[in-house]
């Protein structure tokens, strides 16, 4: 069975500073997808970035970057120069066996 | 910019009474999805359609729930009849249904359902 862990329930950043959000998941299949999605207040899952198990290099999207430690299982994501914008709920999420699981999220507030 | 479109936004109902929602995913899409979030969890999968036919539904209560898509575009999810335990947020997503692990899903805006 595949597990995805987040822990942590909440996060403070000041805006234009950067943040890291943890991840780490369990799968024993070769090839899997971890994914993270960001869900503001309003409710919509938004994706943010992509990284494959094979893939060689850490994904980025603009300012959002995945730092993906193989041996250690974990892909986390870091949001550079924060903005108010990105208070949300982050969700980390693994595809294994073609199914998608999802972690219990970290929330974000950026200050300003 | 293609969007999934589902709808209602938002539901109010009585115990035991029906409820449906709908959802449209992004044109070409094969596979939709239907997700239940409860507050403060993530989401989890109800029902997956690859085309119009039903790939995994282990974890739909299928005393209650029903989902279809028969033309293999829209579809709608059903709950009859509603039980407290039963509100929450319900996404749909849909994705291509071409990249196996690597499968991109979309989510629409979500029905929060309340039932009273």
């Known amino acids: 069975a595949q597990k995805i862990t987040q822990t942590q329930p909440g996060m403070f950043v000041q805006e234009k500073e950067a943040v890291t959000l943890d991840c780490t998941y369990d799968?024993?299949?070769?090839?899997?997808?971890l994914f993270w999605y960001k869900q503001p207040s309003s409710g919509e899952m938004i994706f943010l970035i992509y990284q494959g198990s094979y893939d060689q290099q850490n994904a980025t999207e603009g300012r959002y970057s995945l730092n993906f430690q193989k041996a250690r299982k974990s892909a986390n994501l870091v949001i550079s120069a924060s903005q108010l914008g990105d208070s949300a709920m982050y969700f980390c999420a693994m595809t294994s066996d073609y199914k998608l699981s999802f972690g219990a999220g970290t929330t974000v507030t950026v200050r300003a | 910019e293609a969007e999934v479109a589902q709808s209602p936004r938002y539901k109010i109902t009585e115990k035991s009474q029906a409820v449906a929602f709908w959802c449209d995913p992004i044109?070409?899409?094969?596979?939709l999805y239907w997700y239940r979030q409860i507050l403060g969890q993530g989401p989890e999968l109800l029902v997956q359609f690859q085309d119009e036919s039903v790939v995994d539904d282990s974890q739909l209560p299928k005393d209650r729930f029903s989902a279809e898509r028969l033309k293999g575009v829209d579809s709608t999810l059903k709950i009859q009849p509603a039980e407290l335990g039963d509100s929450a947020m319900y996404l749909c997503?849909?994705?291509?249904?071409?990249?196996?692990?690597?499968?991109?899903?979309?989510f629409g805006p979500g029905t929060r359902l309340l039932v009273l």
């Open positions: 997503a849909s994705s291509t249904g071409t990249s196996g692990n690597g499968e991109t899903q979309y």
């Open positions: 044109s070409g899409h094969a596979t």
């Open positions: 799968t024993s299949d070769p090839s899997y997808g």
